[in-house]
């Protein structure tokens, strides 16, 4: 499928003037103390586009609160676009709003992301700390229903357990990545400021 065919597209080049066209006329408006205008039709679908598009990524796709993620996305894109420098100088001269929005999007997710698994330990640590047998039991009950309500518990504080140290593993492997980056990044600036040195001697 083309991209142009693609449900989730966006032209930037089309997008980028209308986000260009809507900053002036806001700017406008502003300096004339009128009242700031609507974003159009056409930035606000492409904003729904580009959040949608991006929360069908690979890194993104499973999550259960996806939808939540997009709407956090485009209300930070309608926010975040009166402090777009529409004079910003990109490789091709021309604006690139999509590369802008689509990381406001990303941190967007990201934020999310970080809400949710707060909640979601918060849950679990209420879980794991409550006098749960309690709840599961009842009033009274005999000794097999007591023996199947415990068995269910220590079940679900060991799954708690586990997914404990699975995310403690999942962190260090990704610290372990950005300080690897981080080394190659400083390696590969130190050579070529090795190399410029060679070359202005």
């Known amino acids: 499928m083309k991209p142009k065919d693609r449900p989730h597209y966006v032209n930037n080049r089309e997008f980028s003037q209308a ?54 996305a485009v209300e930070n894109c309608l926010k975040a676009i009166g402090n777009y420098n529409i004079e910003a100088a990109t490789r091709s001269g021309n604006p690139n709003a999509f590369a802008y929005f689509t990381q406001i999007c990303w941190y967007a997710f990201l934020r999310r992301i970080a809400k949710e698994k707060k909640q979601q330990d918060i849950k679990m640590k209420y879980i794991a700390q ?9 009033g009274e009950a005999d000794e097999a ?48 400021d090795s190399d410029l040195g060679e070359i202005f001697k």
């Open 19 to 72: 986000v260009v066209d809507y900053v002036k006329t806001a700017n406008d408006a502003a300096k004339a103390n009128k009242e700031i205008p609507k974003v159009t039709n056409y930035v606000a679908m492409s904003f729904m586009k580009i959040a949608e598009g991006l929360s069908h990524k690979s890194n993104f796709i499973r999550y259960t609160y996806r939808e939540e993620m997009v709407m956090d």
């Open 145 to 192: 229903s007591i023996t199947a309500a415990h068995m269910f518990v220590d079940q679900l504080k060991s799954k708690i357990d586990q997914l404990k140290e699975k995310d403690t593993i999942i962190d260090g492997v990704v610290k372990d990545e950005k300080k690897k980056a981080r080394k190659k990044r400083d390696a590969a600036a130190n050579s070529t």
């Open 130 to 138: 409550s006098p749960f047998e309690e709840f599961a039991i009842g």
